[in-house]
């Protein structure tokens, strides 16, 4: 029996040491200078670490002891870096004959202190859940049978089927549905995990917004907010009867491929004028410092219709863009953010938004396996004869769906469709906010017996 411990000890040495090697290395195993950066090669590895752990959650069961262990302990070694990311403070110190004196002293930085904790328990709470699945009143077959003698369950799989999720196993529950308790428990954790998704869609909008707009993304963009936008939309924003519903009349927007291009364009176009607008602000007392006050009275007069008229643009922009997220929720995440997440050098926060990322997507997926089998027991409640009764079949919004991220050393940008983004319409202001409220509910009543 020692012996048997002490190899496992050595096991998770050596798989302890091929983690952080290949951090260090930058994924370039090679030992060259085709390393990504500290930052991204942190994100990727706790992205590759949650695909291989919980994959796309084709079922409602809890996690297998291994993969639960699994996740804990390389999590655990992937956030170890966060204990020494520290910011210098002022502080007063004393000395013995009573005098004092002014000191740096280190504490744990502010965003870190706050967002972690929060991850963390975000984090047990969806491994709690899931554990809550370990006996249920509905099960999984694969495939579909066309000899099967439930009438009902097959007129619901037919009925699950048409909505294109062939690759998923069919969820089955019993000839009279599920049980008023079980169907309950079902609500209660989706509107728990519900709150559970916004609280991480929360913590990553706010680390991607304090992430530094890269120089690469400043450079891909075009010269001008109007060559961004296009002629169409330029002239639907300058035009003297402004209406987003307008705009969106003259675009095409059948699909989310083009609203994800049209939302792009509309955001490279607002931090172009937003740039041009600071910019201005910094040269423009230099200028009038080397004029005669008559010039610089002049040279303020031209300026300022320039100043107001991006402003005004800027306005204009931006209310469009939130229309159109609006509009489609799902949308993924934009251009800028993607290159944010890329070109991050900040440790810090590249772990707090791959943390909140990947909790995000499992919160996303088993919010959509409860849905699944909410639809199965509507579709065979509603074929009983008794079933005159009003059912509850509610099509619950979905947030945006959630893919990870994989920077490889062979793709400088990341491609133009690899995650989606937050619905802005559903995001909270704060994570604190996004926490409140169902999460603080009673873990016994929220993951109660599914029997």
Avoid at 23 to 52: C, F, R
Avoid at 158 to 174: C, D, H, M, N, S
Avoid at 200 to 212: F, G, K, P, R, V
Wanted: hydrophobic residues 40%.
């Amino acid at each position: 029996m020692v012996e048997l411990i002490d190899y496992s000890c050595f096991l998770e040495m050596d798989i302890l040491k091929e983690r952080f090697s290949n951090l260090l290395l930058g994924e370039d195993m090679s030992g060259g200078a085709k390393g990504v950066s500290t930052a991204l090669a942190i994100s990727n590895a706790i992205t590759n670490l949650s695909v291989s752990t919980f994959g796309e959650l084709w079922r409602l069961e809890p996690l297998s002891l291994e993969k639960k262990v699994i996740w804990k302990r390389e999590m655990n070694w992937l956030l170890s870096v966060t204990d020494y990311i520290v910011e210098l403070v002022p502080s007063w110190q004393k000395l013995p004959d009573g005098s004092s004196f002014e000191v740096m002293i280190s504490k744990p930085r502010a965003d870190l202190h706050t967002n972690l904790p929060a991850l963390r328990k975000l984090d047990a709470m969806l491994l709690g859940i899931l554990d809550s699945f370990e006996e249920t009143e509905f099960w999984y077959v694969e495939g579909v049978t066309v000899n099967d003698d439930e009438t009902q369950n097959t007129n619901a799989t037919a009925a699950y089927r048409e909505e294109g999720k062939w690759w998923l196993p069919t969820p089955k529950v019993a000839a009279t549905g599920l049980s008023e308790e079980c169907r309950k428990s079902l609500q209660n954790q989706r509107e728990c995990i519900n709150q559970i998704l916004k609280a991480a869609i929360a913590i990553n909008t706010q680390t991607l917004a304090e992430m530094e707009i890269p120089a690469e993304y400043w450079d891909s963009l075009p010269k001008s907010g109007r060559a961004s936008l296009g002629e169409t939309i330029y002239k639907q924003i300058t035009g003297d009867q402004f209406s987003s519903e307008a705009v969106f009349c003259t675009l095409d927007l059948s699909n989310e491929h083009c609203a994800f291009e049209v939302a792009n364009r509309i955001e490279a176009a607002i931090h172009i004028w937003q740039r041009r607008m600071h910019l201005k602000r910094i040269h423009r007392p230099r200028k009038q410092r080397e004029q005669t006050g008559r010039r610089s009275w002049s040279i303020g007069k031209e300026n300022a219709p320039d100043s107001d008229k991006k402003a005004f643009l800027t306005g204009r922009a931006e209310s469009l863009l939130l229309c159109l997220k609006q509009k489609f929720p799902g949308l993924r995440q934009s251009l800028l953010d993607m290159t944010k997440i890329q070109y991050n050098k900040d440790v810090g926060s590249s772990i707090l938004e791959s943390y909140s990322r990947v909790m995000e997507s499992l919160a996303f997926n088993i919010i959509a396996r409860i849905d699944d089998v909410l639809f199965i027991d509507n579709v065979t409640k509603s074929v009983l004869p008794e079933s005159r009764e009003a059912v509850d079949s509610r099509v619950y919004p979905f947030f945006r769906r959630v893919c990870p991220l994989d920077f490889n050393l062979t793709n400088p940008l990341p491609a133009m469709f690899d995650t989606p983004s937050p619905s802005v319409r559903s995001i909270p202001s704060t994570p604190q906010e996004a926490l409140s409220g169902h999460i603080t509910k009673d873990q016994s009543e929220i993951s109660g017996s599914m029997v």
